[in-house]
Each structure stands twice: as C-alpha cells, then as structure tokens.
C-alpha cells in the first residue's frame, strides 16, 4: 500500500510547484492541494516513502514520519490586534511566536547551549518590531516554524527526494542455491552476496527536490545486510559480499558466509539498512530505511555409500 501524509498548509506556502490554483478560490492553493472550506486551508498530499516495489519478496519499511504543519491563514500581532505582514526580508511572521522568523545565519556549533542538546533541527533567530526598539532572542526547532511565508519543510522535500529514488531490496546471491533442485550439505560453508547491486538496491543515489526556490538535496546508501538465516541465526554483513564461483571449493567466503549444522529447509531473509542523508535549506538530518527480500534454501547431509 502506498503511503501519502496529509500536509495541511498555509495559502500562502508553495511545497510542490510555483503554480496556483483558480482565483475563484478564496484562498489560491499550490499545485496539487485543493482548498477546504471547513478548514480554510489548503490540503496538500505528499508521499513520504518511496513508491513500493511490486518485486514478489520485497517488503519497504520507514522510521520516517508524516510532516504537519496548520499555519494560520493571516498574520496578526497580538500586541496591536492587526494584521502584519506576512514577510519582512528573508523573515517570515509566526503567529505562534508573535515574532518575524529567520534561520540563523551561519549557525552556531552543534555545541552551544542553543541547540539544548539536540543534533537535528536548526537554530532561528526571532524580533518583534512592534515593540519599542526590536526584540530579538534565538531558539531551536526541528523543523521550520509555521507561518504563511515560511520556507517549505526540509524534511518534506527529502521525503520527496527519496520517492524518485525507488529504492528496493537487493536480489539475493546465494549458495546453496535457492530451490528444491539445489541441496547444500550440513556443514560446508553458505556462502551470501547482494546479486547484481546497483544504485536503486545498494547505493549511493542522490536525488534533489526543489520548491519554491528551495532545494534540498538526499543521499542514500546501504549501511549494512543483516542475513536471518532460519536456523536462529543472524549475520550482519557490512561488504556486498563475494559470488561463489566453483573453484573456491569447500573454502569459506571471505565476508559474507555462515554454516548449518542441521538437516532441513530454511527460509533465508536478508534486510538491507539503508541510511539516508540530507541537506537544504539550512537543515541537515538523516532518514533510515530498511528493505527485506526472502529466499528458501535447502540443506542436506551426505551419505556415504557402502557395499
């Protein structure tokens, strides 16, 4: 099934496209949301995975999560009860805040007592020149403060990012072989590799995805292939691993490899975790996901004949 967030944006936002809707609207939508009466704000589907694989044995999972954002249509000062506008500079009115917006340029050190401890997210400086003089502190936030002018969500667009990258799981290189015509003896190396790696099964992979005058920019790569072999164990390789070829004999692989002690039909698993990275608009965090494919290997025990 594929999986699509709900993003109920500002009017006044743009995420995907520079395009807006009919002006017939009371507010004008971005490309691809529609307006909700109800609500008054635009609704924007926004698919945060990659599209599913209709490869038979290949199942996608994602720590990543839907991005919501319900920034208010106007901008208002809630010292003087009016409207402000939306933009002043590079800064964007948040409503929450009752302060202009603007990332903090350059950023401090992921040291500073401003980042209270945190590795992701940005640091933001705020003001109010509805007050006497400009009011003006700096806090952190995960991800861009709400507000109709404000940029789009870094999150959001490397979610978009990793959709053009259809990603997958790895086919699986294997001996014995998989398959009831291919029986491996108990006690002789198995020997595991990624077969035919490429760049939408093994990485890297960098895509972009811009909005707005924004970009930012993700790159994917498997981290590691965590084999479950189906007898209880599991063997983590962090290499593609070595195709078997005839001439290595009874030798063990040299980075991917397990052995059986038992008799049997296994259902073998291979899971590559895959760590993507991103960049853009002045954020920078990391998404994983992880892929599995299956395979049924059979082992058997070699008799010895007499007579």
């Not at 995420?15 to 949301?33: E, H, I, K, M, N």
Request: proline share 8%.
């Amino acid at each position: 099934m594929r999986l699509t967030a709900l993003l109920l944006l500002n009017a006044c936002s743009v995420v995907t496209g520079a395009q807006t809707a009919s002006a017939d609207l009371p507010v004008q939508c971005s490309r691809g949301s529609s307006y909700n009466p109800r609500t008054g704000k635009c609704v924007l589907a926004v698919m945060p995975h990659p599209p599913e694989s209709t490869d038979p044995g290949t199942r996608r999972q994602s720590a990543s999560q839907p991005v919501t954002s319900n920034a208010e249509q106007k901008c208002v000062s809630s010292y003087s009860g009016r409207e402000v506008p939306c933009e002043d500079g590079g800064s964007w009115w948040s409503n929450a805040r009752d302060c202009y917006v603007s990332l903090a340029d350059p950023q401090p050190a992921k040291s500073d007592p401003e980042w209270e401890g945190h590795r992701t997210g940005a640091i933001y400086e705020c003001y109010s020149p509805a007050l006497v003089g400009t009011r003006m502190y700096t806090f952190w936030s995960a991800t861009s403060p709400a507000g109709p002018a404000a940029p789009p969500d870094p999150r959001v667009l490397a979610l978009q990012a990793i959709a053009t990258m259809r990603l997958r799981a790895i086919g699986i290189g294997i001996v014995p072989e998989a398959g009831a015509a291919s029986i491996g003896i108990v006690g002789l190396p198995t020997w595991m590799w990624v077969a035919n790696p490429g760049r939408h099964t093994w990485g890297p992979i960098t895509r972009t995805a811009s909005s707005a005058g924004y970009s930012v920019t993700a790159t994917a790569k498997v981290q590691r292939i965590v084999w479950a072999m189906g007898d209880g164990n599991t063997v983590t390789c962090t290499q593609r691993g070595t195709p078997y070829a005839d001439s290595f004999g009874k030798s063990s692989s040299p980075d991917c490899g397990h052995i059986y002690t038992r008799q049997g039909t296994y259902t073998v698993r291979a899971t590559s975790y895959w760590l993507v990275t991103w960049a853009g608009i002045g954020q920078s965090g990391t998404i994983p996901l992880d892929f599995t494919r299956t395979a049924v290997i059979t082992m058997g025990e070699a008799q010895v004949l007499t007579r």
